[in-house]
């Protein structure tokens, strides 16, 4: 996944700016929350003319290329696997895998963050709180999501829009992902010469829509500061404590995946042991933990492959790119996490089937995602409000992001090449036994 937050060029990084401006914030409403009391009238000036607005500013801007982003994504994602009648035997089984294991990764998290229950550090009266202050108009998402959570033949219809540009203005995501799909999978069975244009134009919008992230990034560390300022004078410490259980069960539900999912493919269905394979790759985790790309990583990756673990040139060089690409096992599981925890702490208690739905959207939007610098921020803001989360949760997160986007990047990184080594084995060009010494 590409740095979800950037750089600013010379100088503080965005990343920590943003960071800086989510501690300002949050210690000063924390302050503020115990110092002079929640109803007090220069807090409120503060929260009503200059926190909310700014705050606004920065969350609509996420909010205005949540649809282009999607749509251009997920087409330009499936248009570049070429003609799908081709795609052939190793793009199935690379697909294939990548598919699995991101399902099982969003399944993961949703186990792991329904067992730790971060959320219940916040007490139930300041959530209610929360959602009575912030809501907005979720009430009528809530109602739109119950509505999508009933299973039925009605679900499965109301998936294909009956107008996409209607879909995108009503926030409509299940339908731009399904008309985006379409929309790809016709661009790569009609001729190439008359594909390329289409092709061309949506590269350029993607390239404006990461553009506009880009302005929208530069007003992060302000906006995040007054949004958690409004937050935290409010409700005080309870956020930041559940903020802290938030990371700790990220970051477990991440370190489960490798210890259970990966670990198991690795020893049971590729036939290597774990930690051999782990030591082979380190030189690529560590460039992915380093620059949280998988896209700055794929080099190293395709290096450590080839010459550490003796995985033939053309299966690395054909897998790899698509795993930079589709392969977001720890970008599902964030993303997964991310909406529960958001959702509870703002007291929109989710059903199973809600949380089935999160899981599909986490993987879909997760592929979506994949190498767009910033994408996951506004694809998460879509996914909440879906739910009736009001989109200032993100801010609750967003400043704690940079130590867990490196942490998932990494994750990602690590299936890419386990994903290699499996296809390699089972295309039988490739075993263990063809893992060179270590010199």
Not at 86 to 100: D, L, M, N, S
Not at 148 to 163: D, L, M, S, W, Y
Not at 213 to 226: D, E, K, N, Q, S
Request: charge should be neutral.
């Amino acid at each position: 996944m590409s740095e979800s937050i950037g750089s600013s060029g010379p100088g503080m990084k965005l990343h920590t700016k943003i960071l800086l401006g989510l501690t300002v914030g949050l210690m000063a409403g924390i302050a503020t929350n115990l110092t002079v009391g929640v109803d007090n009238p220069r807090v409120e000036w503060i929260n009503t003319y200059i926190a909310g607005p700014v705050g606004q500013v920065f969350l609509r801007m996420l909010f205005m290329v949540v649809m282009p982003l999607v749509f251009a994504s997920i087409t330009l994602g499936v248009a570049g696997l070429g003609d799908i009648r081709k795609v052939g035997r190793v793009g199935g089984k690379a697909i294939t895998y990548f598919f699995v294991t991101t399902c099982l990764a969003a399944t993961l998290g949703l186990i792991v963050v329904n067992t730790m229950r971060p959320w219940e550090r916040v007490a139930p009266e300041t959530r209610v709180a929360l959602m009575d202050r912030f809501a907005g108009d979720a009430s009528t998402r809530v109602e739109a999501a119950a509505t999508t959570a009933k299973f039925g033949p009605e679900t499965f219809v109301n998936i294909v829009p009956r107008n996409p540009i209607d879909a995108a203005a009503k926030t409509d995501m299940l339908g731009v992902i399904f008309f985006g799909l379409m929309f790809g999978a016709a661009l790569t069975l009609i001729a190439a010469e008359k594909a390329k244009p289409m092709i061309a134009w949506l590269e350029a919008l993607s390239e404006v829509v990461i553009q506009i992230i880009h302005f929208a990034m530069m007003l992060a560390p302000y906006g995040v500061a007054c949004l958690i300022f409004t937050v935290s004078s409010r409700f005080g410490i309870d956020l930041l404590v559940a903020v802290a259980a938030f990371v700790i069960t990220v970051l477990i539900a991440l370190g489960a995946h490798v210890g259970l999912t990966l670990f198991a493919i690795l020893k049971f269905g590729i036939g290597i042991p774990p930690l051999l394979f782990l030591s082979r790759v380190k030189a690529a985790l560590i460039t992915a933990f380093s620059t949280s790309s998988s896209s700055a990583t794929l080099p190293t990756a395709l290096d450590v492959s080839e010459t550490q673990l003796g995985i033939p040139r053309q299966i690395a060089g054909f897998v790899l790119p698509i795993g930079s690409t589709m392969c977001m096992n720890g970008t599902a599981i964030f993303e997964g996490i991310t909406v529960i925890f958001l959702a509870e702490i703002f007291n929109v208690d989710l059903t199973l089937t809600q949380m089935a739905i999160v899981m599909i959207m986490s993987v879909i939007t997760a592929i979506g995602a994949a190498g767009v610098p910033g994408g996951s921020i506004p694809l998460l803001v879509g996914i909440l409000t879906m739910f009736g989360v009001p989109g200032e949760a993100i801010a609750i997160v967003l400043g704690v992001d940079r130590i867990l986007d490196m942490s998932r990047t990494t994750i990602n990184v690590f299936s890419d090449l386990t994903a290699t080594a499996f296809v390699a084995k089972s295309e039988g060009v490739w075993s263990p036994k063809d893992v060179p010494a270590q010199s």
